[in-house]
C-alpha cells in the first residue's frame, strides 16, 4: 500500500441519494462476539468448512512513510493462524521453525491467492528476504494443502510436509489481484517493489508495474505443479494498478467474468484510478471509460450481488481508503487529493445496457476502516458457482458472509492506524417491492390505519402459524423498524413510528408461507 501524493488540496460535491432506489436490497453490518481474534491485513487466505486459514500479511496498520517505520520485520505474520468459526477459537503454528527460504516468502505481505482444489496458491508478495538481508517482492510461489495445514496448525504437528515451493520469476509480483475466471487464473497488475519505501522518495527502492493481465492454468499432480499456457495482455498506461479490488460478476447472458475497480497510481498523477477494466474469456480486458468510480478505491471487502431477472450486477464495497467520501455534516461529497481512509459503503451497478453507477449506502463501516478487508462468502447463502449472490433466490434477511482483517485509522489522513481484529457478519435483505417478487401477496393481513401518525397496526385476517417478521422500509431501502413475534390469530401488532419522518414507505410481512408487501404514508 502506497499513499504517496504531493499534492493536497478539498472540493466540496453536493451528495445525490437518488440513485440509492436502483439497489434492490439493503445490507446490516454486526460485529461477532469473539474475544482475543488476533488483527491481521494483506494476507493469504483459504476457507474449509467452518475453517479459516490465514498465511502471511501484516499484525500493524498502515506502514509508515519513511525508511525507519515502514513494513518492519516485527510486524509480519509469523504465524500460520486458523479460526474455527464455530467456535471462534484460534490455533497458530509458528513459521520460525520452517527454514528462512520457505517461511520468508510465507511471512509476506500483499500476496496474489487463489484456493484451487485442495490446494493454496500464494504468488510474489513483499517482504524480508533473510537470505539476502534486503526487502524484496518475491518469485517464489507456494503451494499449501488447505485441510491438512488446517489439521497440522489445530493439532500442533508440522507445516513442512504440507508445503512445496517453486521459483517463477513470471510472478514476482505484489499488490495485484488473482481471480479464478471459469477454470483460468487471472492474474490483474501488481508491481515489483524492492528496498525500504520512503516518502518522499529516496533512493532505496525500485519499483516496477507489472502492465500485464496473466492468464494461466494450473497443473498438480500432489508432487509437482507447475504453470501451462501463460498468456499476458498488456498497456503501459490503463494497467498501471495495484492495491485494487477485482471481483467475480455474472453478465446478462450467464456467463462468468471479473471486473477490475479502481487501484493505484496513476502514471501522471498520484490519484487512483477511476476507469474499471472489465474482464471475460472471449475478449480478454477491456477498459469502460464511460463510469468514474469516486470512491472506495484501494483494495477493501466485496460483495458481489447479480440480479437474473434486470441482468443487472451489483458490487458491494466495503470502506477501504477513497479519492472521494461523504461528509456526514454536510451531506456533501468531499475530493481529497490524500486519498483517506473512508467508512463509506457503496454498490457499483451495471445493468445490461452497459450503464454503471456508483450508489452511496445508507449505512456505513462501524469505523475508519475496509483498507484491505476480506469479504468470505457463506455457502448458505444463494449463490453461482464464482461466488456472486443469486439475489432472486435469497428469501429475506439472509447472512451474506463476513468481513475479517484489515486496517482501522484514527483519523481520514491520521496515523497510526492498527490491523482490525473484531470480524463482522454482513446480512443481505432483498427490497421485494423494487424487485417485483411475484411472491408477495396481500390477503392475509390487514395494515391500519394509512396514512399512519403514531402508531401502525399489523392485523391477520385468517390464521399464521410460525414465527412472524414485520419490517417497516423507507424508500431508501433501509429498514426502520423489525419486529418478530410468534404465531399469532387475532392479535394485533402494534410498530410506534411517532418520531420516523413523515413520507412514503413499504411495510413487508413475512411468515413462512408467504411475504406480503404495501405502501404506506406516515404524517404528522
Aim: some cysteine.
Amino acid at each position: 500500500m502506497n499513499k504517496l501524493v504531493r499534492l493536497c488540496f478539498s472540493i466540496l460535491f453536493f451528495l445525490s441519494v437518488d440513485a440509492v432506489a436502483q439497489v434492490p436490497f439493503s445490507i446490516e453490518i454486526e460485529p461477532v462476539a469473539a474475544q482475543n481474534l488476533p488483527g491481521l491485513h494483506s494476507f493469504a487466505f483459504a476457507q474449509s468448512g467452518s475453517k479459516w486459514l490465514f498465511v502471511g500479511g501484516r499484525t500493524n496498520g498502515l506502514h509508515g512513510f519513511s525508511t525507519n517505520d515502514n513494513f518492519n520485520i516485527e510486524h509480519a505474520n509469523d504465524y500460520v493462524t486458523v479460526f474455527d468459526t464455530s467456535t471462534w477459537m484460534v490455533y497458530v503454528s509458528p513459521l520460525n521453525i520452517l527454514p528462512p527460504a520457505i517461511a520468508d516468502p510465507l511471512r509476506s505481505t500483499n500476496m496474489q491467492y487463489a484456493h484451487i482444489g485442495d490446494y493454496l496458491y500464494m504468488f510474489g508478495g513483499f517482504g524480508w528476504d533473510s537470505t539476502i538481508n534486503r526487502f524484496r517482492t518475491f518469485d517464489v510461489v507456494s503451494a499449501i494443502h488447505v485441510n491438512n495445514t488446517i489439521t497440522a496448525v489445530m493439532n500442533a504437528t508440522s507445516l513442512t510436509p504440507h508445503i512445496r515451493q517453486i521459483v517463477d520469476t513470471n510472478f514476482q509480483v505484489c499488490g495485484g489481484e488473482l481471480l479464478v475466471v471459469n477454470n483460468e487464473c487471472v492474474l490483474f497488475f501488481g508491481h515489483n517493489f524492492g528496498g525500504r519505501y520512503s516518502d518522499p522518495p529516496q533512493p532505496t527502492f525500485t519499483q516496477t508495474y507489472s502492465h500485464h493481465v496473466k492468464r494461466f492454468t494450473v497443473l498438480d499432480d500432489g508432487i509437482t505443479f507447475s504453470f501451462q499456457n501463460l498468456a499476458q495482455q498488456t498497456d503501459t498506461n490503463v494497467f498501471h494498478r495495484r492495491d485494487l479490488n477485482v471481483g467475480p460478476v455474472v453478465h446478462p447472458d450467464g456467463s462468468f467474468g471479473a471486473v477490475a475497480y479502481s487501484g493505484v497510481f496513476q502514471k501522471t498523477v498520484n490519484w487512483p484510478h477511476l476507469y474499471p477494466i472489465t474482464f471475460n474469456t472471449q475478449t480478454g480486458a477491456q477498459i469502460d471509460s464511460t463510469f468514474e468510480q469516486k470512491t472506495n478505491n484501494y483494495t477493501c471487502g466485496l460483495l458481489p450481488v447479480f440480479d437474473s431477472v434486470q441482468g443487472t450486477m451489483f458490487t458491494v464495497l466495503f470502506g477501504g481508503m477513497g479519492l472521494y467520501y461523504n461528509d456526514t455534516n454536510t451531506n456533501q461529497f468531499v475530493f481529497d487529493s490524500l486519498v483517506p481512509f473512508i467508512s463509506d459503503v457503496s454498490v457499483v451497478v451495471h445493468d445490461a445496457q452497459n450503464t454503471w453507477t456508483q450508489v452511496l449506502m445508507p449505512i456505513r463501516m462501524p469505523a475508519l476502516q475496509g483498507s484491505n478487508m476480506k469479504f468470505v462468502p457463506v455457502s448458505d447463502a444463494p449463490h453461482y458457482a464464482n461466488e456472486v449472490v443469486k439475489l432472486r433466490e435469497v428469501n429475506g434477511r439472509t447472512l451474506a458472509g463476513y468481513l475479517v482483517g484489515g486496517i482501522t485509522a484514527s483519523g481520514l489522513n491520521n496515523m497510526p492506524s492498527v490491523a482490525n481484529d473484531t470480524v463482522y457478519r454482513v446480512y443481505l435483505t432483498p427490497n421485494n417491492v423494487l424487485l417485483g417478487n411475484p411472491e408477495v401477496r396481500k390477503d392475509n393481513w390487514k395494515v391500519f390505519p394509512d396514512p399512519a401518525t403514531e402508531v401502525i397496526y399489523v392485523k391477520p385476517i385468517n390464521q399464521v402459524t410460525g414465527n412472524i417478521r414485520i419490517e417497516l422500509i423507507d424508500m431508501r431501502g433501509t429498514v426502520v423498524r423489525q419486529k418478530q413475534v410468534a404465531s399469532q390469530q387475532n392479535a394485533t401488532i402494534s410498530i410506534a413510528v411517532q418520531d420516523l419522518p413523515a413520507g412514503e414507505y413499504i411495510i413487508r410481512i413475512i411468515t413462512e408461507k408467504e411475504i406480503q408487501s404495501q405502501a404506506l404514508r406516515i404524517v404528522h
